[in-house]
C-alpha cells in the first residue's frame, strides 16, 4: 500500500492538469509533466488540440480560423486529435463535435467525455494518461452505445498533422519466396488513391506519405499491421503512435488497422479498433500510446536508415520492419 501511495504522490507531483484559455476557447485544460503538454477542449469536442514540447511547436494541425468557435451547424475540421465511429458514413460518422464536453481530471490526466449524439445515439469520450517524465502518453478511445439496439462499429483514433512533414509506417514483418507463400497484410486503396503520386514512397518495409502544402489532390492508403505504428517527422522532431491489433478480428475498410490521409492543408495518422457488435450501454475501446522525440534527421529513406532512426523510436519494442 505504501508502494502505490507514493506512485500516485509521484504521479501528482510530477504530472499537472491547469485550466487554461486556448486559441479563443476560455475553458481548455493543458496536461503538462514538465517536459511536454498537450490541452485538451471542453467548449467543444473532444479534441486534443496542441501536443508538443514545452514552448515547442504543436505537431497537430489546427485551422486558424476555426480556433475559438462552437455550436456550428456543419462538422469543422479544426485540427487537433479526435475520435469517430467507423465504418465512415457522410452523416452520422460527420456529425458536428461542437458543444460542450465533461471533463474529469485525473491525478496523470483527464477524461474528456461529450454528451449522447441526439442521431446516433453514441457517446464519445477520450481519456488522456501522461507519464510523470519524458514524453509518453497514452490515450484511451471510448465509444458508448446508448441506443436500445445492437450497433456495430469500431473506434476511429485520428490525428491531423500540421503541414511539411512527413509519415513513415512500417509493414508486418517481410519475408521470402517461396519460404513465405502466405499473404501477410491488405494494402488498402480509395477511389481518389493514385499510386503515381510524387507524396508516396514504399520500400520492402516502409510505407511513406509526404504532406506538401503545394498539392491540393487528397490521397488516402490503409495496411494492416499486428503492431500498429506511424511516426511524423516535422522539423527535427517526431510524434509516433502506436496501437495493437488482433489478426482474429474484423477490421473496417478491407480490414485497416491503420490509415493515412493527405491533401495540401493536413494529413492525417489513423488507427482503428476491431469492427465490434456493441450491445446497448456498453463500449468499445481503442488505445494508442503517444511519443514526442528530438533529433530526429533521416539522410535518405531507405530501409537501412529508416531502420536506424525510426525503429528505436518504437515502445516497448519495435514494431516494424524486422
Known sequence: LAFFLGVSMAIQAAVKVDKVAYKGWPNCYRVSNGEVELVVTSDVGPRVMRFGFVGGQNLFKEFPEQLGGKGEAQFQLRGGHRVWKAPEDPVATWLPDNVPVQIEIKPDGLVARAPIEPLTKLQKEITVRMAPSGTEVEVVHRIANQSLFPLEFAAWAMSMMAQGGMAITGF?????????????????????????????????????????????????????????????????????KQ???????????????????????FLEIETLSPLTKVLPTRAVEHTEHWSLHRNVRLSSLTDEELDRVILPLLQPAPAGGR
Open 172 to 240: 508486418p514483418p517481410r519475408g521470402r519466396h517461396p519460404v513465405d507463400l502466405e499473404a501477410t497484410n491488405p494494402l488498402v486503396m480509395w477511389a481518389y488513391t493514385d499510386l503515381s503520386d510524387s507524396r508516396w514512397k514504399f520500400t520492402k518495409k516502409y510505407m511513406m506519405l509526404r504532406q506538401d502544402p503545394k498539392i491540393a489532390d487528397a490521397q488516402k492508403l490503409g495496411l494492416f499491421n499486428p503492431n500498429t505504428w506511424v511516426a511524423y517527422v516535422l522539423n527535427g522532431e517526431a510524434f509516433v
Open 243 to 265: 496501437a495493437r491489433a488482433d489478426a482474429g478480428s474484423v477490421y473496417p475498410d478491407f480490414g485497416c488497422s491503420f490509415e493515412t490521409f493527405t491533401s495540401d492543408e
